[in-house]
């Protein structure tokens, strides 16, 4: 019950942010008038096909219908993180007449804790980022401006790393507002470091950012004009993997505009990066190869309602494929729909148990895999699919 009060304001909420009337919504969606006001009245939740309908045409993702979707972490969900994570972004901002009274923090010790602030944003750690990256977002803005002019450089490249973990904790923790803002002040510190390719990769979590609050012809323009930028710039791994990852970012963005052809050709151009990088990769806080490339390729036909394609496309993930598990997890959900809406329903049972038994906590947590039960069950409620749908909370 709560789902659907959330799904009926949310839709409520997002359609009359645009001046639409239910009519203009049921054009726009092609769907009838009756699904749009019967959902908005929370007598039903309606099939799977008709939401995507709704969220392209309100220019949003089908998670966004429902609210922000948050981890299964409960550590990820504490507001305090964010208020630390905000007062230490304003307090930087209003330190700058103090910088001249200031020693200019060690080197190697920024380094170090740049480092551990990295691999505990992979770990998942986000309690304990809430404790180390406000004092390290300070030590790093200091560090920038109270070094000398000629020795700024390698200061302003870890307090533009720093920054940018900021903006992808924040995002991960749907504070997207604040992540555009510390994003935007590591691009900043990037453009310091003498490094293009950290500029670009920022840009690219930038472009993310934009997708998350529904601005996917920016965040495409943003993430192509970025690739475009250090296309000549070399041809070394790090560069093809933040190229790599821009021109992913770019076709999720336009594929969610609604540009599904000029989505199919960013994700051609990123094929043939990733076939030169060879295997997955991860640098520059981006994550790109052939199972990225994959991933994009099956949502994007999962977004324009070609499930035979996502299908096809999913085929091609490698077996040594090193997917994290919310990627892996975003990856199964699109295939398990594709299989439902191909009317595969043993396989699709099988790929959702496949992500029950991977981390049973993360899948209660999702709600797209619940939504594809629903839709099950309306072609098949017995044995093992009712069992699932059961301990997920979907069926008593």
Same mark, same amino acid.
Request: with cysteine.
């Given at each position: %019950?709560?789902d659907s009060?959330?799904?009926s304001?949310?839709? @409520?909420?997002?359609?009359?942010r645009q001046?639409?009337?239910?009519n203009?919504?049921?054009?726009?969606?092609?769907v009838?008038?009756?699904?749009?006001?019967?959902?908005?009245?929370?007598?039903?939740?309606?099939?799977l096909?008709?939401?995507y309908?709704?969220?392209? /045409?309100?220019?949003?993702?089908?998670?966004d219908?429902?609210?922000?979707?948050r981890?299964?972490?409960?550590?990820? $969900?504490?507001?305090?993180?964010?208020?630390?994570?905000?007062?230490a972004?304003?307090?930087?901002?209003?330190?700058? #007449?103090d910088y001249?009274?200031?020693?200019v923090?060690?080197?190697?010790?920024?380094? @170090?804790?740049?480092?551990y602030?990295?691999?505990?944003?992979?770990?998942?750690?986000?309690?304990?980022?809430?404790?180390i990256?406000?004092?390290?977002?300070v030590d790093?803005h200091?560090?920038v401006?109270?070094?000398?002019?000629?020795?700024?450089a390698?200061?302003?490249?870890?307090?533009?790393?720093?920054?940018?973990?900021?903006?992808?904790?924040?995002?991960?923790l #749907?504070?997207?507002?604040?992540?555009?803002?510390?994003a935007?002040d590591?691009?900043k510190?990037a453009?310091?470091?003498?490094d293009?390719?950290?500029?670009a990769?920022?840009k690219?979590?930038?472009?993310h950012?934009?997708?998350?609050?529904?601005?996917?012809p920016?965040?495409?323009?943003?993430?192509q004009k970025?690739?475009?930028?250090?296309?000549?710039?070399g041809?070394?791994?790090?560069?093809?993997?933040?190229y790599?990852?821009?021109?992913?970012?770019?076709?999720?963005?336009?594929?969610?505009?609604?540009?599904?052809?000029?989505a199919?050709?960013?994700i /051609?151009e990123?094929r043939?990066?990733?076939?030169?990088?060879?295997? #997955?990769?991860?640098?520059? %806080?981006l994550?790109?190869?052939?199972s990225?490339?994959?991933?994009?390729q099956?949502?994007?036909c999962?977004? $324009?309602?070609n499930?035979?394609?996502?299908?096809?496309?999913?085929r091609?993930m490698? &077996?040594n494929?090193?997917?994290n598990?919310?990627?892996?997890? &975003?990856?199964?959900?699109?295939?398990s729909?594709?299989?439902?809406?191909?009317?595969?329903?043993e396989?699709?049972?099988?790929?959702?148990?496949? %992500?029950?038994?991977a981390a049973?906590?993360l899948? &209660?947590a999702?709600?797209?895999?619940?939504?594809?039960?629903?839709e099950?069950?309306?072609? @098949?409620?017995?044995?093992?699919?009712r069992?699932?749908?059961?301990?997920?909370g979907?069926?008593d």
């Amino acid at each position: %019950m709560e789902d659907s009060t959330q799904l009926s304001s949310s839709v @409520r909420r997002l359609r009359t942010r645009q001046g639409m009337s239910q009519n203009d919504l049921a054009v726009a969606a092609d769907v009838s008038v009756d699904v749009v006001q019967r959902l908005e009245q929370g007598r039903r939740t309606p099939k799977l096909e008709n939401l995507y309908r709704i969220a392209r /045409a309100l220019d949003v993702g089908i998670a966004d219908l429902f609210g922000a979707v948050r981890p299964v972490r409960e550590e990820l $969900s504490q507001p305090p993180i964010v208020a630390s994570l905000r007062d230490a972004l304003i307090n930087v901002a209003d330190l700058a #007449d103090d910088y001249c009274d200031e020693e200019v923090p060690n080197l190697r010790e920024l380094e @170090r804790a740049t480092i551990y602030a990295t691999g505990t944003y992979w770990a998942g750690q986000y309690a304990l980022l809430g404790e180390i990256l406000p004092r390290l977002l300070v030590d790093t803005h200091t560090a920038v401006h109270s070094a000398p002019v000629d020795s700024v450089a390698p200061y302003a490249d870890l307090s533009a790393q720093v920054r940018q973990i900021a903006a992808a904790v924040l995002l991960r923790l #749907d504070a997207a507002d604040l992540a555009l803002g510390a994003a935007r002040d590591a691009v900043k510190d990037a453009k310091k470091s003498n490094d293009p390719l950290r500029v670009a990769a920022i840009k690219q979590t930038m472009a993310h950012v934009l997708i998350r609050q529904g601005l996917f012809p920016k965040a495409s323009t943003l993430a192509q004009k970025t690739a475009e930028s250090i296309q000549g710039l070399g041809t070394s791994r790090q560069h093809l993997v933040v190229y790599g990852g821009l021109l992913l970012r770019a076709a999720g963005a336009a594929g969610r505009a609604n540009d599904i052809s000029g989505a199919e050709s960013l994700i /051609a151009e990123s094929r043939d990066a990733a076939a030169r990088v060879g295997s #997955d990769s991860t640098d520059y %806080m981006l994550s790109f190869g052939p199972s990225q490339v994959t991933v994009q390729q099956t949502d994007t036909c999962v977004i $324009s309602e070609n499930y035979s394609g996502a299908l096809r496309a999913a085929r091609r993930m490698p &077996r040594n494929s090193s997917l994290n598990l919310l990627g892996r997890f &975003r990856h199964l959900s699109d295939v398990s729909l594709a299989q439902t809406r191909e009317g595969q329903v043993e396989r699709a049972t099988d790929t959702l148990l496949t %992500m029950e038994s991977a981390a049973p906590n993360l899948m &209660r947590a999702q709600r797209l895999p619940n939504l594809i039960l629903r839709e099950l069950l309306d072609l @098949r409620e017995q044995g093992r699919l009712r069992e699932l749908a059961v301990r997920q909370g979907v069926v008593d």
